[in-house]
Nanobody
Framework: VQLQAFGGGSVQAGGSLRLSCAAY????????MGWFRQAPGKEREFVAY????????NYAASVKGRFTISRDNARVAVILQMNSLKPEDTAVYYC?????????????????????WGQGTQVTVSS
């Protein structure tokens, strides 16, 4: 499986950015896709997740109401629309493909639940 992320960049606080990520290869048995992020000197943290079966979503408390994850129905891909960005959103953003956990619980927010990761894309928000 290969995950290819697009988007990212630099924006001022209050601005918006859009990330997309497409998965290629053995994606048939996947359950959904999501995003994590890692700021310098910090642990990698969960951002958002989209479930294929019912279109339900999960968000970290820090981004709820500002970020929206959706599916690109033309392919195995998700889009992360990020609005009202804050300097604390600055991080490298990684997309993930879920092929191992079909549930809806806390495991979705655990980075160790995912084997397939994208290459990361930088998001920088200036104050």
């Amino acid at each position: 499986v290969q995950l290819q992320a697009f988007g990212g960049g630099s924006v001022q606080a209050g601005g918006s950015l859009r990330l997309s990520c497409a998965a290629y290869g053995r994606t048939r048995n996947s359950y959904g896709m999501g995003w994590f992020r890692q700021a310098p000197g910090k642990e990698r943290e969960f951002v958002a997740y989209y479930r294929w079966t019912d279109g339900s979503t999960n968000y970290a408390a820090s981004v709820k109401g500002r970020f929206t994850i959706s599916r690109d129905n033309a392919r195995v891909a998700v889009i992360l629309q990020m609005n009202s960005l804050k300097p604390e959103d600055t991080a490298v953003y990684y997309c993930v493909l879920n092929t191992g956990y079909r549930g809806t619980g806390d495991a979705l927010a655990n980075r160790f639940s995912y084997d397939d990761w994208g290459q990361g894309t930088q998001v920088t928000v200036s104050s």
